[in-house]
């Protein structure tokens, strides 16, 4: 008797199959940019921006420091961690508190000597980072492929995300932090509401599982969560995520293994949920924002990523839907952030960095 494949039977009755996700890493490269870069500092390997409310921002570097930059002044901030500065490790992502005018509250994620990803909070001084204090800290802790990706919720939790540690099957392990995205207090423990918040340990702290190298995450302006990360052999990923949801690495993927052997495609598995875009070929996805602001407003409610293989900016429709357009800047775009009076600022991944400020052309 023949068989009649699943999918297919799915949709002809109406019902849910798996998502098929669109690819958009083959589409052209945008020709008109409608900014101009404007340098504003010269740092050494950058990795994060996170404006501050009076319009300067704070740049961790992956060595294990940070600068404030205001204009034209760097200042250099003392009371930084040591970290471990190799491979993708080190100081990692940074972000402004959403009470900050009121504390000086600064979060901060790094990869501690002993090879942990560590979540931690400081106070902003002149000069220094005074108070530090650890909230979360990994364990096991792991290899590359940190993530470290901080966001504040609108309701209130801390939402961070964690990378497989290049150890791909402990992303499907739900005791292992490995893989995940975690929902915690602005304490770094595990937040009420969670779905298995009963369960205690990292499950408790489990937003969502089967990442493999997010370093993306954001919210929406209606409050949804967006994250993108790095596929393996082709296969970023752009996901809108959802509580208790598995997005499948390594289990499936849209890329294919390092040594060319293949990936079960996500719509072969309709238990994972599926990308609402991907790139193949890669443009290696760091950073992510939703624009808010008057200069660009053809962007307002968009994403914008930047791209280190892709060596520029993308803009993506605020639902995930398509990619809108492509820029090629013809450097490694590390991270992108949007300040509150929203301005635009990317950063360079080299030695020798620029940190550009996007001004309408």
Known sequence: MKQ?????????????????AQNVGEAPISEAQPFTLVPQATLQNPWAIAPLPDGSVLVSGKAGTMWHVSGEQMQELSGVPDVQYSGQNGMLDVAVAPDFERTRAVYFTYVSPE????????????????????LWEQTPGGRGQPGGIIAFGPDGALYLSVGDRMQPDTA?????????????????????????ADAGGVRAQTWSEGHRNPYGLAFGPDGTLWEHEMGPRGGDELNRIEPGQNYGWNAVSNGRHYSGMPIPDHDTAP????????????????????????????W?????????????????????????ARWDLGMRVRDVAVGPQGAVWIIEDSDEAKLYRLDPA
Not at 4 to 20: D, F, Y
Not at 181 to 192: C, K, V, Y
Not at 280 to 289: D, E, Q
């Open 4 to 20: 009649t494949p699943l999918i297919p039977v799915l949709l002809s009755l109406g019902l849910a199959g798996p998502a098929l």
């Open 115 to 134: 090879n942990a990803l560590v979540l931690a909070r400081g106070t902003l001084g002149t000069d220094s980072l005074e108070g530090i204090e650890t």
């Open 172 to 196: 499907q392990e739900p005791d292992n932090p490995r893989g995940k995205i975690l929902r915690l207090t602005m304490e770094g423990r595990a937040a009420p509401g969670n779905p298995q």
């Open 271 to 298: 238990q994972f949920a599926a990308p609402s875009l991907y790139w193949t070929p890669v443009i290696a996805p760091a950073g992510l924002a939703f624009y808010d602001g008057a200069a660009f407003p053809d």
């Open 300 to 324: 307002q409610g968009h994403m914008l990523i930047g791209g280190l293989a892709g060596q520029g900016l993308v803009l993506v429709a605020g639902d995930g839907s398509d990619q809108l």
